[in-house]
């Protein structure tokens, strides 16, 4: 099956410090990456989803000028966390859509980055 | 708007019974529903996806149903093992005018099966 890889798998860093995760479609083009974020026994909350080449799109509450997502090509999106706190400390999980034919698509997770801000 | 329910939020069986992992949702306007099964620490695995059109699908010893008129699906997973611990996750995939809704998840049921 589809592989989605996310690096790195594990982050600490201080509070004021930028964090750059970056999501990896391996074997499939992704015309379209979501990024979601998960805190401990709580689901998956989706912060924005991005197209290749285009601007990203976020989810009502999600600041835009604090997480920067860039998909600059169709294997490869990153998540940028600016001037990290403590707050952010989190479970982040990219996910790759992955199309099949005429309206028909799959959709693969990676297996998340544990960020702790310190 | 969406919300997805899932019922109980942790669960203990002994290995061998049977697992029931209750999931509800208020629009029935939906694509499709899936369950993954999330181990601590680590990303999603897909289990099952359930076409809005289906009942049930099955895979080895796992079943989800779906009843979307009524907002329910139900995965049973037959004679538990320890390796079948983890969280399990529902997710549907919201009709929406994007052709393809984004997936709103559930919050979990955590499950424990000791040996």
């Known amino acids: 099956g589809a592989v989605v890889s996310q690096h790195p798998s594990w982050v600490i860093c201080k509070s004021g410090t930028s964090v750059k995760i970056e999501c990896r479609s391996l074997?499939?083009?992704?015309?379209?990456m979501f990024w979601y974020r998960q805190f401990p026994k709580q689901s998956l909350m989706l912060m924005a989803t991005s197209n290749e080449g285009s601007k990203a799109t976020y989810e009502q509450g999600v600041e835009k000028d604090k997480f920067l997502i860039n998909h600059a090509s169709l294997t490869l999106s990153t998540l940028t966390v600016t001037s990290a706190h403590p707050e952010d400390s989190s479970f982040y999980i990219c996910?790759?859509?992955?199309?099949?034919?005429?309206?028909?698509?799959?959709?693969?997770f990676g297996p998340g980055t544990r960020l702790t801000v310190t | 708007k969406q919300e997805v329910t899932q019922i109980p939020a942790a669960l203990s069986v002994p290995e061998g019974e049977n697992l029931v992992l209750n999931c509800s949702f208020t629009d029935s306007a939906i694509y499709n529903l899936q369950w993954f099964r999330q181990d601590p620490g680590k990303g999603l695995t897909s289990l099952l996806l359930i076409q809005s059109s289906q009942r049930e699908q099955t895979s080895g010893r796992l079943n989800a149903s779906l009843d979307k008129s009524s907002g329910r699906s139900t995965l049973y997973i037959a004679a538990s093992q320890p390796g079948d611990s983890a969280t399990y996750l529902c997710?549907?995939?919201?009709?929406?005018?994007?052709?393809?809704?984004?997936?709103?998840f559930g919050a979990g049921t955590q499950v424990v099966v000791t040996p």
């Open positions: 996910s790759a859509r992955e199309k099949r034919g005429i309206g028909s698509y799959e959709q693969y």
């Open positions: 997710a549907v995939r919201p009709m929406t005018t994007d052709s393809w809704g984004k997936l709103q």
């Open positions: 074997d499939f083009q992704a015309t379209t």
